[in-house]
């Protein structure tokens, strides 16, 4: 089974930076995909950024040209580098992989980490 632990959220004032990280343990499939998800308050959670393991990336426009997924597959560990932070920012930030393999796709979610844009 596959455990996602995120780290790294906190309180920062607009305008400053983050790094999120999320390291995976257990048996994942070599062809996956690490993603990052958030959820503000009354909102549907919505994807932020993504990442292959074969080296694709993707963002939402929210976050073009401030966040930057990266990823260190010998330590099955993704990152989200969060820099010009936004109020708008504020939300649970959850780490996520899907992973495919001849018998289909398993997804998994890690328990969520707190990140709060606020002067």
């Known amino acids: 089974q596959v455990q996602l632990v995120e780290s790294g959220g906190g309180l920062v004032q607009p305008g400053g930076s983050l790094r999120l990280s999320c390291v995976a343990s257990?048996?994942?499939?070599?062809?996956?995909?690490m993603r990052w998800y958030r959820q503000a308050p009354g909102k549907e959670r919505e994807l932020v950024a993504g990442?292959?393991?074969?080296?694709?990336?993707n963002y939402a426009d929210s976050v073009k040209g401030r966040f930057t997924i990266s990823r260190d597959n010998a330590k099955n560990t993704v990152f989200l580098q969060m820099n010009s932070l936004h109020p708008e920012d504020t939300a649970v930030y959850y780490c996520?992989?899907?992973?495919?393999?001849?018998?289909?796709?398993?997804?998994?979610w890690g328990q969520g980490t707190q990140v709060t844009v606020s002067s």
């Open positions: 990442h292959t393991s074969g080296g694709r990336r």
């Open positions: 996520n992989v899907l992973t495919t393999t001849w018998t289909g796709q398993s997804q998994y």
């Open positions: 257990g048996s994942i499939a070599s062809s996956n995909v």
